[in-house]
């Protein structure tokens, strides 16, 4: 123990070349009556030890760095390809809007296209995983362009996709028709003793995304594509938020199935005709715009019982004038780019990843900071949106890393860098904290 003490001050702080360390080191030996060889064991491990230290005491300033960011938007190329940052940055001066509201829109359709299966491990120590489907809105007053978002950037470019699952469909029902048929026919000629099999079963279509529907009819739509994600597009989100269970008067559990639909988790529905559903995982990705008084009279107090409100990245879209310029500029579409996007990560297995020893240290850190600020905070409604956020930065940092490997044309690491956890922090700060630095639950109310 005294050897280990006396390596700081007289090797560990000091300057010395080769040949002096060696000398020291040996002059350490002589003095303790121990072998050289222990000597530099110990002095390479407090070496690490201490470039460890440095490295947490770096880490944690990046942190606090991210967590006090004073910019009111986020610069796009900082998270996403800049040859895609770009062309989504000029639509949005045009319309005169926050480039968030357009990020948050591109990152949550990316969200739902990752095959059910895919996750991402956090932390092995406490088998800390999430699944990276996302919920995201924009609050904006009515008439502030955010149906030309969502057109933009889910609506058209999703388009090639859903034409070939009506396609795939459409093909899959000519097939049905013709072994119904031929099920029939060999029906008739069978004699009465012999064993008749099952009828074929009808054909379900393949969705990427619907506006209304309750919780089990999600389930048994995914029971039929059990490898399908599923997108929850909301023009307001008002409705979910105030129909769950309005079908079953109020005695359902839509509002819960939410909640559980957020961590990707699986379900068996059981009735008393048997088993309806039984789901290993079941993802939904939600995104929907909503008007800023109508949040806030649901928040009511700022409380957030159930975390329901907590698990959505709200983006604000301020008031602001969109002006057409004089001369009409000609052909602006990013369709196509996204849209080649979208059926490259659609193609892809599912994913099993894991963060990087770098991008780890920063994700616990990250952790480490928001848990001191939850504990502290005195709002029950801010404490839920704060809790969430380490897990948003799980979901985001693969939901970026995957979408720039495929953007790139590269194949996907199952290694998530440092560099998209960084972006998922500045994305989820700033979209939960703004130009104020308020909390968006609490700007909500």
């Not at 990152?107 to 095959?115: A, I």
């Amino acid at each position: 123990m005294q050897l280990s003490l006396n390596l700081s001050p007289m090797l560990l702080d000091s300057d010395l070349k080769k040949s002096q360390l060696q000398l020291k080191i040996s002059e350490l030996a002589q003095r303790f009556r121990v072998n050289a060889a222990d000597v530099w064991k110990i002095y390479r491990d407090r070496e690490c030890e201490q470039e460890q230290e440095i490295n947490q005491e770096d880490t944690a300033a990046e942190v606090a760095r991210l967590l006090s960011a004073q910019r009111a938007q986020l610069e796009l190329s900082e998270i996403l390809p800049a040859s895609l940052a770009a062309p989504i940055k000029t639509l949005a001066t045009r319309l005169n809007l926050k480039t968030e509201c357009y990020l948050a829109a591109l990152l949550t359709q990316v969200s739902s296209l990752f095959k059910v299966g895919s996750e991402v491990l956090l932390r092995r120590d406490t088998d800390y995983r999430c699944t990276p489907n996302y919920f995201a809105g924009i609050v904006a007053e009515s008439s502030q362009k955010k149906s030309p978002i969502m057109r933009a950037i889910i609506d058209r470019p999703m388009q090639p996709l859903r034409e070939k699952a009506r396609e795939e469909y459409r093909k899959a029902c000519d097939d049905y028709e013709q072994e119904i048929a031929d099920y029939k026919s060999h029906k008739k000629k069978q004699s009465g003793d012999e064993p008749q099999g099952p009828p074929p079963k009808p054909p379900r279509q393949r969705l990427y995304s619907f506006s209304k529907a309750t919780g089990e009819g999600i389930l048994y739509q995914v029971a039929e594509h059990p490898d399908q994600a599923l997108m929850y597009r909301c023009d307001e989100l008002a409705g979910l938020f105030k129909s769950a269970n309005q079908y079953r008067g109020g005695k359902g559990s839509d509002d819960e199935d939410l909640l559980e639909f957020w961590n990707g988790t699986g379900s068996t529905v059981l009735r008393a005709s048997g088993t309806k559903a039984d789901l290993d995982g079941l993802w939904l990705s939600v995104f929907g715009t909503i008007q800023p008084d109508v949040l806030a009279t649901l928040l009511k107090d700022c409380s957030d019982s159930n975390g329901k409100f907590a698990r959505f990245e709200f983006v604000f879209q301020p008031l602001a004038a969109s002006k057409l310029s004089e001369e009409d500029s000609g052909s602006f579409d990013i369709t196509p780019m996204l849209s080649s996007l979208y059926t490259k990560i659609d193609a892809l297995p599912a994913l099993k990843m894991e963060l990087t020893p770098e991008a780890k240290r920063l994700f616990t850190a990250f952790y480490n900071a928001t848990e001191d600020r939850r504990v502290a905070e005195p709002k029950q409604g801010i404490r839920a949106m704060v809790g969430k956020m380490p897990e948003k930065v799980g979901k985001m940092a693969a939901i970026i890393h995957t979408l720039t490997c495929a953007f790139n044309g590269v194949e996907v690491s199952l290694q998530i860098p440092k560099s998209a956890v960084e972006a998922a922090i500045k994305f989820v700060v700033i979209a939960q904290l703004g130009e104020k630095r308020e909390p968006s639950v609490e700007r909500a109310c």
